[in-house]
């Protein structure tokens, strides 16, 4: 489930009211308390960011050198541009769901955008290295 849920974690109520021995339970919904620190939720997010920065620039580096000479254009070189663009979609659609939720300290987005996240990740060619880790926050 992309909800959050986790076995041993403690919960915590939104919108006011307390959990007192006597008198009706709190009010507001229940939300799963943060899996991480903040601190290791920024951490997260600068190792993210930076594994999407340098993706996206390495690979953006190899689809130029293979548009500009010529003499790259062979059918092999061509099967790794082909490796080198599924790539760069991972980097720019793929990590942008994770590194926007580690910023925010948990998942983000509701249950499509965890549907999209492991979509995007198959549809790219990456299903065996990146998986939907919405059920980690």
Known sequence: ???GNRSGGRDYWEGGG???AEGPGPTGTLSPAPLFSPGTYERLAGLIGSIGLLGAGNNVLVLILYYRFQRLRTPTHLFLVSISFSDLLVSLFGVTFT???CLRNGWA???VGCVWDGFSSSLFEKSSSHKCICDAF
Do not use: E, K, L, Q
Request: aromatic letters at 16%; proline letters at 0%; charged letters at 10%.
């Open 1 to 3: 489930m992309c909800s």
């Open 18 to 20: 307390g959990a007192g």
């Open 99 to 101: 590194f926007i939720s």
């Open 109 to 111: 987005w509701d249950t």
